[in-house]
């Protein structure tokens, strides 16, 4: 079967940097999707890695190796309203998402 | 605003009656997508529509059938409701973004409780 693996929750001080690790296995991969979503809300889009290495986006940088099966989201200089559930997605060789259940993270002043 | 837009917000229904969560969107996207999310899971796709005409199903289409007659409208139907679909239900579609991805773009969400 397919499955994502996410830490269920993480906890981080303001200001801090945190890691927030993904593995994956699925029928083959298209793409790999970083969604944040506040409590209530819907998942807004983050970031996408289809290549090996390191996209930075401001405070936000994601890592993809295709080789390990492995993503992580780096969040720099936490701030409060950082306090979400962060999704990792992957998209199979059918273009199907399959979702991880999210890693809530919660920011400590 | 453009986007999505998703109604009802919440809804508390009996066991056994029909309901129909609907979902409009203004931005012309030829895909559109019904999730549920429910806690410790991941979402799953319960149907799809890649164009105004067709319908396709998910991962959990089973107690949900779903319509496409225009290009705008998405509506989720559950004939006779059983307390296993208590969840939150999105709708979404797929933008373009300028990194060559198609990326979900999510209405904000109906909270279904049945009891």
């Known amino acids: 079967g397919q499955n994502i693996d996410q830490p269920t929750e993480m906890t981080a001080t303001e200001g801090a940097i945190v890691q927030i690790n993904c593995t994956y296995q699925?029928?083959?991969?298209?793409?790999l999707f970083w969604y944040q979503q506040h409590a209530g809300e819907a998942p807004t889009f983050l970031s996408y890695n289809v290549l090996d290495g390191l996209e930075e986006k401001g405070r936000f940088s994601s890592f993809l190796s295709r080789s390990k099966g492995y993503s992580y989201l780096l969040l720099k200089e936490l701030q409060m309203k950082d306090s979400a559930s962060y999704l990792c997605a992957v998209r199979d060789r059918d273009y199907q998402l399959i979702w991880g259940a999210g890693t809530k993270l919660i920011i400590k002043p | 605003i453009a986007g999505i837009t998703q109604a009802p917000t919440s809804q508390i229904l009996a066991a056994g009656r029909r309901m129909t969560l609907r979902c409009t969107q203004d931005?012309?996207?030829?895909?559109m997508y019904w999730y549920r999310q429910d806690l410790g899971l991941g979402l799953r796709l319960i149907h799809y529509?890649?164009?105004?005409?067709?319908?396709g199903k998910g991962e959990v289409p089973d107690g949900y059938s779903v319509s496409r007659a225009n290009t705008d409208d998405f509506p989720l139907t559950l004939a006779s409701a059983v307390p296993s679909q208590t969840s939150v239900y999105f709708c979404?579609?797929?933008?373009?973004?300028?990194?060559?991805?198609?990326?979900?773009?999510f209405g904000a969400g109906s909270r279904l409780t049945v009891l």
């Open positions: 699925t029928s083959g991969f298209n793409g």
């Open positions: 979404a579609t797929t933008v373009s973004h300028s990194s060559g991805a198609n990326v979900l773009t």
């Open positions: 529509s890649n164009t105004a005409g067709t319908t």
């Open positions: 931005m012309r996207h030829n895909a």
